[in-house]
C-alpha cells in the first residue's frame, strides 16, 4: 500500500466533492474556496486576451467558466479515485490474463465505472474494492445529476438577469434621462409601481448571485441586457430622486427606500465574485439637464454634496461597472455590439 498516493487520492476526492456540493446546494455559501477563485481567473484571462470592445466574444466568458468548472470537478474526482485504486498493487486486475493494469488501467476502470459505461478489462480483487467501486459510480451519478441542476439553474437566473437589465434600458439610456422620462410636469407619475417592480427583481436576482456567483461572469454582447450597466442607471436616477429633486415632489420615501436597499443587497453579491470598488469617483449626473426641463432640483451644491456622502457606494457601483468590461451610462448606441 502506497500511503502517499491512498491520502492524496482521498484528500483530492473529499476536496472535488465538497466544492461541488458546497457551490451547488449551498445557497448562502457563494462558490466553494476553488471554484471561486477558479471562475475569477478565468475571466480575469479572457478579459486579458479579449479587446475590450468586442462583446459578442466576450459573451462566451460565462458558458467557458460554466463548463471548466463542472469538468474542473468531474476530473477531480476522477483523478482521486485512480490514486486511491492504484495505492494498493492488485486492487484491480485483468480479467483475462490477472496481470494489474498501471495508472492508465486504473483511470480508464474509474471512468467507466463513475459514468457506468458498461464493463471494461478489469475488475476489483476483493470485498473493499467492491463497495468502493460502487462509490464510485453512486459519487459520478451524484456529480452529474448536480451538475445538470446547476447549468439548469444558472440558465434560469440568467434570464431573469437579462429581462430586468432589458426593462431598466427600455426606459432610459442613462439615470438623468431615466428621471426626466418619468417626470410628468407635477409629480413622478407611476414610478412608484416601476420600482416596485424592479425592488421585486433584484432581490430575487440577489439571492440568485448570491447561490451562484457565477452569473457575475456572464457578459451581455449588447449594453441593453447588461445587469451592471442596468443597475447603475436605476441606482443613480434613484440618487438624482432623493437627493436632488425636492422632497416635496419625491415618490413616496418606502418605495425609495425599498429599491435602494435591494439594489445594495445585489451590491453585497459582489464580494463572492471577487468584484471591488473603483479607486476612482464615476462622472456626476449632468444636474443641469434636469434643471432645463423644469424639474423641482435643489441647488446644486447641495446635491453635490450628498454625492460626497455616497462616494463608496458609487465607487462600488464603477467597480461592477468595470469588471463587466462596460462603461458609465448613458449607453452608447454605436457600441451595441
Same mark, same amino acid.
Given at each position: 500500500m502506497d500511503y502517499f498516493y491512498l491520502i492524496l487520492g482521498i484528500i483530492i476526492t473529499f476536496w472535488a466533492f465538497l466544492e461541488g456540493l458546497w457551490t451547488t446546494i449551498w445557497v448562502d455559501g457563494g462558490s466553494a474556496p476553488l471554484t471561486g477563485r477558479l471562475t475569477t481567473w478565468i475571466w480575469r484571462g479572457m478579459r486579458a486576451i479579449i479587446p475590450q470592445r468586442n462583446h459578442r466574444t466576450l459573451s462566451l466568458a460565462g458558458p467557458t467558466i460554466l463548463t471548466t468548472t463542472i469538468l474542473v470537478w468531474i476530473i477531480m474526482i476522477w483523478i482521486g479515485w485512480s490514486l486511491i485504486f492504484y495505492s494498493a498493487p492488485?486492487?484491480? #486486475?485483468?480479467?483475462?490474463?490477472?496481470?494489474?493494469?498501471? =495508472?492508465?488501467?486504473?483511470?480508464?476502470?474509474?471512468?467507466?465505472?463513475? =459514468?457506468?459505461?458498461?464493463?471494461?478489462?478489469?475488475?476489483?480483487?476483493?470485498?473493499?474494492?467492491?463497495?468502493?467501486s460502487s462509490l464510485i459510480a453512486f459519487g459520478g451519478m451524484t456529480m452529474v445529476t448536480l451538475s445538470?441542476?446547476?447549468?439548469?439553474?444558472?440558465?434560469?437566473?440568467?434570464?431573469?438577469?437579462?429581462?430586468?437589465?432589458?426593462?431598466?434600458?427600455?426606459?432610459?439610456?442613462?439615470?438623468?434621462?431615466?428621471?426626466?422620462?418619468?417626470?410628468?410636469?407635477?409629480? =413622478?407619475?407611476?414610478?412608484?409601481?416601476?420600482?416596485?417592480?424592479?425592488?421585486?427583481?433584484?432581490?430575487?436576482?440577489?439571492e440568485q448571485h448570491l447561490a451562484y456567483p457565477i452569473l457575475h461572469y456572464y457578459h451581455a454582447a449588447q449594453p441593453s441586457k447588461a445587469n451592471a450597466v442596468a443597475v447603475v442607471i436605476l441606482d443613480e436616477a434613484l440618487t438624482i430622486i432623493e437627493h436632488g429633486i425636492k422632497e416635496e415632489n419625491q415618490p413616496a420615501q418606502t418605495i425609495l427606500k425599498?429599491?435602494?436597499?435591494?439594489?445594495?443587497?445585489?451590491? #453585497?453579491?459582489?464580494?463572492?465574485? =471577487?468584484?471591488?470598488?473603483?479607486?476612482?469617483?464615476?462622472?456626476?449626473?449632468?444636474?443641469?439637464?434636469?434643471?432645463?426641463?423644469?424639474?423641482?432640483?435643489?441647488?446644486?451644491?447641495?446635491?453635490? #454634496?450628498?454625492?460626497?456622502?455616497?462616494?463608496?457606494?458609487?465607487?462600488?457601483?464603477?467597480?461592477?461597472?468595470?469588471?463587466?468590461?462596460?462603461?458609465?451610462?448613458?449607453?452608447?448606441?454605436?457600441? #451595441?455590439?
Open positions: 492488485g486492487s484491480l #486486475n485483468d480479467t483475462s490474463d490477472k496481470t494489474v493494469p498501471d =495508472f492508465i488501467g486504473h483511470m480508464w476502470y474509474v471512468a467507466y465505472t463513475m =459514468f457506468t459505461v458498461g464493463n471494461g478489462d478489469f475488475a476489483p480483487t476483493s470485498d473493499t474494492w467492491q463497495f468502493l445538470v441542476t446547476y447549468v439548469l439553474q444558472v440558465l434560469s437566473a440568467l434570464v431573469t438577469k437579462r429581462a430586468f437589465a432589458a426593462q431598466v434600458t427600455s426606459i432610459a439610456s442613462s439615470s438623468e434621462e431615466f428621471v426626466i422620462d418619468q417626470w410628468t410636469g407635477k409629480d =413622478f407619475g407611476a414610478i412608484e409601481l416601476q420600482l416596485n417592480t424592479f425592488s421585486s427583481l433584484l432581490s430575487t436576482l440577489s425599498s429599491t435602494r436597499q435591494s439594489i445594495r443587497s445585489y451590491l #453585497n453579491t459582489l464580494r463572492a465574485a =471577487f468584484i471591488s470598488a473603483s479607486d476612482d469617483l464615476p462622472p456626476v449626473p449632468k444636474f443641469r439637464s434636469l434643471k432645463e426641463k423644469g424639474l423641482p432640483v435643489v441647488e446644486e451644491q447641495k446635491f453635490h #454634496n450628498k454625492l460626497e456622502e455616497l462616494k463608496d457606494r458609487r465607487k462600488l457601483l464603477l467597480g461592477l461597472i468595470q469588471n463587466d468590461a462596460w462603461y458609465w451610462p448613458p449607453i452608447k448606441q454605436s457600441q #451595441n455590439g
